[in-house]
């Protein structure tokens, strides 16, 4: 009877300890794993906001050396990248018609002076002629009618004489328009600096009867560059003058160059109904690196908190699963909520936000520190807690 009992019992314990295993088994099974999440270090740094643009570079002055006159090139002095001097010849147009203007206008001078010599002595002749013939009258030696003519020829001669002097006077305008005409074939450098069009060849017959021809664009100092960016109408509000810029050329994209806004221009400018402004930015070019024409793109810091307490803004947008909306408000300032990982535990800590970069934003207010521990998203099921990667920092100057 005792060796029945004892394999009764011994059945008895074996089924217990099936039943504990297949519920432990579905225990284990059906628990729910505690959440594991992805978190980034609370630390301190730069926070800047800034503006996207395109645009491109221009010197900051250039000047268009144009023809007052028409005729064929004879002569060139300067070619693309000739360094120039104030007044310096860059090009002759054929000076041979405008010669042959000046000198008969010339000619036309010199009779109209011959001419008033010639009216001068007629004036002495009729003045004695006059004078004689009033003497005779006054003696009844002569007739009133002979003493009239005589004052008449005396006054035509002496009005003769103030016509011959006009005349004289307009030859020589004539004349010196002429020989600003002819002056004008010789085509100079208005200012010092560097030829970077040139728009003529020998040969080239220019013509300047309705506007005025653009032989050379001359740049004044290519040391001194802008880059004239089209910003839209949404950011303009946060370009402004004195702003700090960092840009990019596609010859030098390991290049960054720096410059300063030193001009928004009211202007709008207006492309398939899409409206920009030309905010100019100013660079030094000491190497030349930087050419007229080359398309840029910049960025026009907006706003700069420097060495501040910063969270990636991605823990701005994380809340746990279940707990409901975390955030208070997207504007500058307003109340946030963010998580913290404290103990292995998510813990909600209210926080003041001031700039947001989208990549790291101002905490201006809250219980955190650096050093702490903010959750910025949940690992994959069956993952472990981590640190995240802090993100990349925007660009600083």
């Known amino acids: ?25 579905w225990w284990l099974a059906h628990r729910t794993a505690p959440a594991r999440y992805v978190t980034a270090t609370v630390g ?5 906001t800034t503006i996207s643009a395109s645009g491109s570079v221009n010197p900051v002055v250039t000047v268009q050396v144009g023809s007052y006159v028409s005729g064929p090139i004879q ?20 000076p041979a018609p405008y010669q042959v203007v000046v000198d008969e206008d010339r ?33 009844d030696s002569g007739s009133k009618d002979a003493a009239d003519v005589a004052r008449s020829a005396y006054d035509q001669a002496a009005a ?68 004239d960016t089209n910003v839209s109408e949404s950011d303009i509000g946060g370009a402004a003058e004195g702003a700090e810029a960092t840009f990019t050329v596609d010859a030098f994209p390991q290049e960054v160059f720096h410059g300063v806004v030193t001009q928004v221009r009211q202007a709008p400018v207006s492309v ?38 910063r969270i990636p803004s991605q823990a701005l947008r994380f809340t746990p699963a279940g707990a409901g909306a975390g955030r208070h408000g997207a504007a500058k300032g307003a109340r946030h909520v963010v998580w913290v990982l404290r103990d292995g535990k998510a813990v909600a800590v209210r926080v003041t936000v001031g700039l947001d970069d989208d990549t790291f934003a101002e905490i201006k207010a809250s219980d955190l520190k650096p050093g702490d521990q903010v959750i ?12 995240g990667t802090a993100p990349t920092a925007a660009l600083r100057l």
């Open 107 to 139: 000619a036309s001078l010199v009779t109209a002076q011959a001419q008033i010599v010639k009216d001068q002595a007629n004036l002495a002749y009729t003045k004695l002629a006059h004078e004689r013939a009033d003497l005779l009258f006054k003696q």
């Open 160 to 227: 003769q004489v103030k016509l011959d002097a006009a005349t004289i006077d307009q030859r020589a305008a004539t004349l010196k328009a002429a020989e600003i005409n002819l002056n004008y074939t010789n085509i100079a450098s208005p200012v010092d600096g560097t030829v970077v069009s040139r728009n003529v060849n020998v040969g080239q017959t220019v013509a300047a009867s309705f506007q005025t021809p653009t032989l050379f664009l001359i740049a004044t100092d290519l040391t001194k560059m802008q880059v």
């Open 272 to 309: 398939q109904n899409v409206i920009t402004y030309d905010a100019v930015i100013t660079v030094a070019n000491p190497r030349l690196l930087l050419k007229p024409g080359m398309t840029a793109t910049a960025t026009i810091i907006k706003a700069r908190a420097q060495n501040v307490l």
């Open 75 to 94: 002569a060139l002095a300067c070619d693309y990248n000739t360094r120039v001097r104030k007044g310096q010849l860059c090009a002759r147009i054929d």
């Open 44 to 48: 301190r740094g730069d926070v800047v």
């Open 376 to 387: 910025t998203g949940e690992a994959p099921a069956g993952g472990t807690t981590r640190r």
């Open 1 to 25: 009877m005792s060796r029945r009992a004892n394999w009764k019992t011994i059945g008895v314990v074996a089924a217990i300890a099936a039943a504990a295993c297949a519920g432990g088994a």
